[in-house]
Every structure is written in structure tokens, then in C-alpha cells.
């Protein structure tokens, strides 16, 4: 049997035991976490070690423990049209009911709670990387790279190649036309 327990030195795992358990309690909650490795794809993600914002509001329900609110994270990424380094901001809406040991056994991707602690790490995961762009870019408008040389065309708008026929095409169309 395996023992995969929350870690409650992560500022992901938050303690329920001081929450009472009678339905309808609520507990306001705001912490800084830090980011753990891995969430994100791979042109753009948290990185990891930055600052997660958490603002939540926790309720005892006759069930488990329901999470709402919001994660503020940093993200860090890559420009998918030009390739420079890109930083912003992304919040995301959490909730997510953390059932009692017990309750709902026969639903194997409920969320639980474990020894009074609940792990918002898989939530945050899943939620920021449903909202992060497919197309990563520094800015709406980025106008990308030169096809034909690479020169990033945001730091060159007037960048532009003459269309004289590279001689060693040149001589191609000679033969070609043999
Ligand atoms: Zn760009
Ligand atoms: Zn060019």
C-alpha cells in the first residue's frame, strides 16, 4: 500500500483540523505559497519557487471541506511568434469539494481529505493550465521573425529583404530551364 501524503510543509497543503466540522462553518483564507516544479506547458508556465497568491474561503459541508476562490500566479514563458523571454500574470477561479475520508470510496478521482489535510496542488495545476494561452506571445500585436533571416521584426518594423534572386538560384534557374 502506498502512501502518497499531502506534505504539509507545502503552502499548497492547508490544515482543516482547525476548522470545526459542522456544515456550514466558514474560514477565510489568504497565504503566499510558493510554486512547486512542473506546472505549466511547455512553452509557458509558473515558475517554479514564485509567489502563489491564495485567497479562499473554506466550508465545512456535510461531505468534506468546499474550496472556493481565487490563485494569483506569475508566469513565465517563451513568445511562441518572436521567442523572447515573457512575463505576466494569470488568476484563476479554484473550487473543489475535499470529501472526508470514507465518503464518496467509490469515485477514484474525488478529491480527499488526508489526515486533515487537503492538497491543492493537483486543483491549482489543473486550473492554470486550462487557462494558459495555447499561443504564448509578448503582446497581442507581436509581429514575429523575419522568415528569411531571423531579425525579430518588433525591434525592426521596416525590416525588409531585397528581392534579388540568390545567385546560386540563379544558376539553378539556368539549368532548369535546359
Ligand atoms: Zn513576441
Ligand atoms: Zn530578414
Known sequence: MTHRHPDHRSGLVLDTHELVRRAGELKQFTRIAEAPEGIGLDMIG????????????????????????????????????????????LEVDLQELFVYPGKDDDDPDASRIEDDLIDLEPLLRDAVVLDLPFTP?????????????????????????????????AGLNQWTQE
Do not use: F, M
Open 46 to 89: 509558473v515558475p517554479p519557487g514564485s509567489p502563489i497568491d491564495l485567497d479562499l474561503t473554506i466550508e465545512a459541508v456535510v461531505e468534506g471541506v468546499l474550496v472556493t476562490g481565487t490563485a494569483e500566479v506569475r508566469l513565465g514563458g517563451q513568445c511562441a511568434r518572436c521567442l523572447e523571454e515573457l512575463a505576466s500574470e
Open 137 to 169: 506571445l509578448c503582446r497581442p500585436d507581436c509581429a514575429g521573425l523575419c522568415p528569411e533571416c531571423g531579425a525579430n521584426l518588433n525591434h525592426d518594423p521596416e525590416h525588409g529583404h531585397d528581392d534579388a534572386i540568390d545567385p546560386r538560384w
